[in-house]
């Protein structure tokens, strides 16, 4: 698949996401994740979809799965948020209230250094 052909799926996946129809965007970031070299946007989406799906399951052992990966902020609070949903929806309540905790401390960081840097 060419990059063209790829930027018109990654496209309707959002649009997909967008319009509440997480089950179709999940298929199309599934086949994104498998072809590309680099799928980190994808498999973020891809937790996304799934949570949005009703697939916790799937949402939270692919938020997990990033979240070992070396990530900045921006990139590890969705995922946080995502994985703290899932997991309360699971009825697992303390993973959940603790990856909200995580959430909160690096959406904290964040605030921090964003302040630091105007100074």
């Given amino acids: 698949m ?3 052909t790829r930027d018109a799926v990654a496209v309707l996946a959002h649009v997909y996401l967008r319009f509440d129809r997480p089950a179709e965007a999940a298929a199309l970031l599934t086949a994104l994740v498998r072809l ?3 799928p980190g946007w994808a498999r ?3 937790c996304l979809a799934h949570l ?3 697939r916790y399951q799937e949402a939270v052992a692919g ?3 990033l979240l070992r990966d070396g990530l900045d902020d921006a ?3 969705p995922l946080l948020h995502i994985a703290a949903k899932g997991c309360w929806r699971l009825g697992r309540e ?3 209230r603790a990856f909200r905790e995580a959430a909160r401390a690096t959406a904290a960081v964040t605030v921090l250094r964003a302040g630091r840097s105007e100074v």
């Fill in 44 to 46: 973020r989406a891809l």
């Fill in 75 to 77: 990139e590890r609070l």
């Fill in 36 to 38: 590309d070299a680099d």
């Fill in 2 to 4: 060419d990059r063209m």
């Fill in 52 to 54: 949005h799906a009703g």
């Fill in 63 to 65: 938020a997990e799965e």
């Fill in 94 to 96: 303390d993973e959940a």
